[in-house]
């Protein structure tokens, strides 16, 4: 009987250093998740940019700009609002979040946001807990999403 409670005590005290390691790791895991760009331009006022820094954002927002206007686009402003927590972006966009931005851009920040999920704690599925804009914001996108695949 001394033998199996010594394992068992071995046991135990690894699994609790694991666990321990494990929940470090999770803390230093850096999050897959871009940055959300706010720059203020003509004939749009706000335009939406999801992008891995602010030099792609640049050009994401040049090449989306002439397609859509040609020449007769501007930007309005030096002033451009980097959202690097998604939730921050949702809470400040005029609607929801990912129809700010284009479907590419937007899959984009979707495939990031479940991959950030991944290997994080999950955490519990509360039923009274109001969602937050950005849980909003995605399942519509999700919603779109599929009634076009249909």
């Known amino acids: 009987m001394q033998t199996a409670s010594i394992n068992r005590t071995e046991i135990l005290r690894e699994i609790s ?4 390691r494990l929940s470090e790791l999770r803390a230093l895991l850096p999050s897959s998740v871009k940055s959300f760009f706010r720059f203020r331009c ?47 972006a949702a809470a400040n966009s005029p609607g ?5 931005v284009p479907e590419v851009e937007g899959r984009e ?17 509360l039923k009274n807990i109001v969602k937050s804009q950005l849980e909003y914001d995605i399942e519509s996108f999700e919603k779109r999403l599929r009634q076009r695949e249909r």
Request: proline residues 4%; aromatic residues 10%; glycine residues 4%.
């Open 96 to 100: 929801s979040l990912l129809q700010s």
């Open 17 to 20: 250093q694991l666990e321990s």
């Open 109 to 125: 920040f979707l495939e990031d946001y479940r991959a950030n999920e991944r290997g994080r704690l999950e955490q519990p599925k």
């Open 42 to 88: 003509k004939p749009e006022q706000f335009v939406w940019v999801y992008a891995e820094t602010r030099e792609q954002a640049e050009q994401r927002l040049h090449a989306r700009m002439k397609k859509n206007y040609g020449t007769g686009w501007s930007i309005a402003s030096k002033v451009v609002d980097e959202f690097t927590a998604p939730e921050h």
